[in-house]
């Protein structure tokens, strides 16, 4: 393989995860991933996150609070999530807004985002954003607030095709995952195929967002339950159906994803040794 694969947006320091770890990390070698960014959603999470990062130098970690926890936030979490940014160099997030979840606290959310968004343009740190059912509000907010110069990255990204060029105005990046290759994701798929070439970025979610079965090369399974997971070493995966979705080869997407990712997170996408 002559390109290097880049995983914008994942999970690798899942609980689920921990009984395979041992065996991801060759699979993550042999996949040829250079850079994976491993997002904290909580502080429950954000040590392992940073444990993951001084253990391999692959992972770029991303410290945030998810819009799923941010009733759960202690009254100190916003030191606790610096502290956790000035351990190594990171980006922040997973951050964001969901309306999707059952009883969401919307001003809690918006109080949550809104302070973490500032705190990214304020360090120009790149930021991942998680977004269900609040595209609206989430564009309204992004126009109203400062941003990071670098931009920032729309994780998973569902909203519609008329929203891109807003979006890609104020610095978006539109990560698509594998699991826009199910049958029914049809509207998602047309979206991205208007994506600008420029603000494009690839994703596993791991273990999140399984691909199709057809697609998924690395089955896997929670030792707890037997459900399936997501394998973080599936993005090769998710570059095939990406080349396949946009009628190009696989080498030359990598190249302009690779440049794509390298310009959003910047130094932190420093060749690993």
């Not at 991933?33 to 940073?50: H, T």
């Not at 049809?186 to 690839?202: G, M, Y």
């Amino acid at each position: 393989m002559n390109y290097r694969l880049c995983d914008a947006h994942n999970h690798l320091q899942d609980d689920r995860l921990a009984p395979h770890r041992a065996a991801i990390w060759p699979a993550l070698r042999r996949a040829g991933i250079a850079w994976m960014v491993v997002n904290g959603s909580c502080e429950r999470d954000w040590p392992q996150v940073l444990a993951l990062a001084r253990e391999c130098p692959q992972v770029i970690p991303s410290f945030g609070c998810h819009p799923w926890y941010v009733k759960e936030c202690s009254a100190d979490w916003q030191a606790t999530l610096l502290r956790h940014l000035e351990a190594v160099p990171s980006a922040l997030g997973e951050a964001g807004l969901d309306r999707w979840i059952p009883d969401p606290d919307l001003e809690r959310q918006e109080a949550v985002f809104v302070w973490q968004l500032r705190l990214a343009a304020e360090r120009n740190l790149p930021l991942s954003i998680h977004c269900l059912q609040a595209w609206g509000r989430l564009l309204e907010i992004l126009r109203a607030e400062p941003r990071p110069r670098c931009g920032f990255l729309l994780h998973s990204y569902g909203g519609s095709r008329e929203l891109i060029a807003p979006l890609a105005e104020l610095g978006a990046y539109f990560s698509l995952p594998g699991y826009f290759a199910h049958a029914r994701k049809v509207r998602q798929r047309e979206t991205f195929r208007h994506i600008p070439p420029e603000r494009l970025l690839i994703e596993t979610d791991a273990p999140d967002q399984l691909l199709p079965d057809e697609l998924n090369r690395h089955p896997l399974a929670d030792v707890q339950t037997g459900k399936p997971l997501n394998h973080p070493a599936n993005l090769g995966a998710v570059y095939e159906f990406a080349a396949g979705l946009l009628g190009e080869p696989v080498a030359s997407l990598a190249c302009r994803v690779e440049a794509n990712f390298r310009r959003l997170f910047g130094p932190l996408a420093a060749l690993p040794a």
